[in-house]
T-cell receptor, first 112, second 108 residues
């Protein structure tokens, strides 16, 4: 079975801090994705990556950056966290040409 | 990017009843997928239906797709308390775009 893990289930940070959210998948998938999920807004795509060192902006990339140095790992970076980035963050992966995405358990981030 | 819209936003039924959720979308798609999310967890893929398919079954799940109406429905038959979750449709053109979900509560 595909396993996607995220570094933390819950995270509390202060405004202005630099925040790293890590995602690791064990199925050698080429594609990886970061979403945020907010009540009433559903899932919105922040960034995605089709290969190592490749990244593409999603629908809401402002305030975020990503890093993909290894195939299995995709990191989401909040350079200077703000309260409006309080959200549930979900990572997903899929194989090249694959339709289905496999999700991690999510990280609930609170920025105070 | 386009977005699927689920209807209803929330649904409460008794155990054993059938649950039907609908999804509408705006433009052409390659396929449409349904995902489930238990409270506070990640999403789990349930079923995928391609644009040239009209109906698909998987266990107690039945999905229909009407491309002329740009709509899909997910039917869960003989619901169980464990089916309580949020259900999302996701449309796939060049990227996967999720709707806002239907929150299903199955009362024992």
């Amino acid at each position: 079975d595909v396993k996607v893990t995220q570094s933390s289930r819950y995270l509390v940070k202060r405004t202005g801090e630099k925040v790293f959210l890590e995602c690791v998948q064990d199925m050698d998938h080429e594609n990886m994705f970061w979403y945020r999920q907010d009540p009433g807004l559903g899932l919105r795509l922040i960034y995605f990556s089709y290969d190592v060192k490749m990244k593409e902006k999603g629908d809401i990339p402002e305030g975020y950056s990503v890093s993909r140095e290894k195939k299995e790992r995709f990191s989401l970076i909040l350079e200077s966290a703000s309260t409006n980035q309080t959200s549930m963050y979900l990572c997903a992966s899929s194989p090249v040409g694959g339709d289905t995405q496999y999700f991690g358990p999510g990280t609930r981030l609170t920025v105070l | 990017s386009q977005q699927g819209e689920e209807d209803p936003q929330a649904l409460s039924i008794q155990e054993g009843e059938n649950a039907t959720m609908n999804c509408s979308y705006k433009t052409s798609i390659n396929n449409l997928q349904w995902y489930r999310q238990n409270s506070g967890r990640g999403l789990v893929h349930l079923i995928l239906i391609r644009s040239n398919e009209r109906e698909k079954h998987s266990g107690r799940l039945r999905v229909t797709l009407d491309t002329s109406k740009k709509s899909s429905s997910l039917l869960i038959t003989a619901s169980r308390a464990a089916d309580t979750a949020s259900y999302f449709c996701a449309t796939d053109d060049y990227q996967l775009t999720f709707g806002k979900g239907t929150k299903l509560s199955v009362i024992p």
